[in-house]
């Protein structure tokens, strides 16, 4: 399991990734921290390295019960998301709590997605996402993307109403928020990717609640 959090900086950004791993050997393993600099040059209040990036160092920690560590995390409400991608490599679709904003500077966003799911290779390979932020009502919707129902692939999209912006990734009618991106960077970060996209584009729909997910459970918030 991946958590991803920003530092913002001028001219640039950080994103931290602590990675907590689990072996089938060792139901105990190591933390890792990672922190990269992505993309621009950041302020120069900012010590760096002579070539410009921060180098990337993995930190052990002192090991945590991965699944305390994932009862702890339950605890943490989260929006809940349906996260697209259409193109040559075709149409593909996840859910995903694991998604942030960057910057507004330009406008920016990532989300984490699991390197064995057949639609981060879509993704990839179609250099688009879009991030459709779910309603209340989209519950169902939800499960199926999570890999709930045995939808794969293209036959998650028979349920719900599709439309699209710039990208061609589809966007979902009546979402609380959507956020067309174009794929800027994929890192890879032990058993996920984490996907960096400039967002394009951006709709949202009426006023209401958002579906939560806390507890092993969904809400509204």
């Known amino acids: 399991m991946v958590i991803v959090w920003c530092l913002g900086a001028a001219g640039g950004y950080f994103f931290n990734a602590a990675v907590f791993v689990t072996t089938e050997t060792d139901h105990h393993a190591p933390v ?8 621009n040059q950041p302020s120069e209040n900012i010590a760096m390295p002579k070539n410009g990036r921060l180098e990337i160092g993995a930190v052990p920690g002192q090991g945590l019960d991965p699944a305390r560590f994932r009862d702890a995390m339950s605890r943490v409400a989260a929006a809940v998301h349906i996260v697209t991608t259409n193109g040559p490599a075709g149409l593909a679709g996840i859910t995903a709590t694991s998604v942030a904003s960057i910057t507004d500077e330009p406008p920016m966003m990532l ?23 779910l309603a209340p009502s989209h519950e169902a919707l939800a499960d199926i993307f999570a890999g709930r129902t045995g939808h794969y692939l293209d036959e998650r999209f028979a349920g719900g109403e599709w439309t ?38 951006a709709d949202f729909g009426p006023e209401g609640g958002n579906l939560s997910y806390a507890r092993r459970k969904y809400g509204t918030v």
């Open 32 to 39: 890792l921290s990672k922190m990269v600099l992505m993309k």
């Open 111 to 133: 989300f984490c997605v699991n390197k064995t799911s057949p639609s981060a290779a879509r993704m990839i390979a179609n250099g688009v996402f879009c991030i459709n932020t």
């Open 164 to 201: 699209r912006l710039l990208t061609g990734a589809p966007v979902l009618r009546r979402a609380a928020a959507a956020f067309d991106c174009r794929l800027v960077e994929a890192k890879s970060v032990m058993t996920h990717c984490v996907m960096i996209g400039a967002v394009v584009a």
